[in-house]
T-cell receptor, first 115, second 113 residues
Framework: DGGITQSPKYLFRKEGQNVTLSCEQNLNHDAMYWYRQDPGQGLRLIYYSQIVNDFQKGDIAEGYSVSREKKESFPLTVTSAQKNPTAFYLC??????????????FGPGTRLTVT | GNSVTQMEGPVTLSEEAFLTINCTYTATGYPSLFWYVQYPGEGLQLLLKATKADDKGSNKGFEATYRKETTSFHLEKGSVQVSDSAVYFCALSGSGGYNKLIFGAGTRLAVHP
């Protein structure tokens, strides 16, 4: 079955440590996205990538970094510079513009807790 | 800029009640509109979509009609079940040549037996 996998589902880190969240998709989608969701709130875009070796900052990129070396993979690193890293992180992917109604497909999410 | 406004929750209903969750939007051009559903501890699932004015999206008994004249995309279901308890997000496609989505804040639905 095609889909998006995120691992791990739960992640715990100490303050001051960098941590990398995994996102893999086998949908052959060009575009991938990272969102942050805080309790009772909507989704905020962190980074997105339209194509391999290219990515752009979203609305809340400070304290995060990404890479896109392969079409299938879009890992997110939460750095020690992120002041409030505890949140639920969602990865998504979509077809390129012109090949669909722009819907995004989401992974199951990673809940990160930093203490 | 583009934006989405949803009715605040939580919405609490008894099983078999009629559901409406309001969604209005502000956008330039002709965006596509979506409803996503999120069950506890999970990612978002696409529930339904509409790509042009007067289109009706439907899935699993849920419906929403793209109303350009009122800039709305209200979600409805005739008879809710306990299993429909979740958070519902309205979203629209943005501009800029990529598939950026703009999400509403979400509306929590709780259905009681």
């Amino acid at each position: 079955d095609g889909g998006i996998t995120q691992s791990p589902k739960y992640l715990f880190r100490k303050e001051g440590q960098n941590v990398t969240l995994s996102c893999e998709q086998n949908l052959n989608h060009d575009a991938m996205y990272w969102y942050r969701q805080d309790p009772g709130q909507g989704l905020r875009l962190i980074y997105y990538s339209q194509i391999v070796n290219d990515f752009q900052k979203g609305d809340i990129a400070e304290g995060y970094s990404v890479s896109r070396e392969k079409k299938e993979s879009f890992p997110l690193t939460v750095t020690s510079a992120q002041k409030n890293p505890t949140a639920f992180y969602l990865c998504a992917s979509s077809r390129p513009p012109g090949q669909g109604a722009y819907e995004q497909y989401f992974g199951p999410g990673t809940r990160l807790t930093v203490t | 800029g583009n934006s989405v406004t949803q009715m605040e929750g939580p919405v609490t209903l008894s099983e078999e009640a009629f559901l409406t969750i309001n969604c209005t939007y502000t956008a330039t051009g002709y965006p596509s509109l979506f409803w996503y559903v999120q069950y506890p501890g999970e990612g978002l699932q696409l529930l339904l979509k509409a790509t042009k004015a007067d289109d009706k999206g439907s899935n699993k008994g849920f419906e929403a009609t793209y109303r350009k004249e009122t800039t709305s995309f209200h979600l409805e279901k005739g008879s809710v079940q306990v299993s429909d308890s979740a958070v519902y997000f309205c979203a629209l496609s943005g501009s800029g040549g990529y598939n950026k989505l703009i999400f509403g804040a979400g509306t929590r639905l709780a259905v009681h037996p």
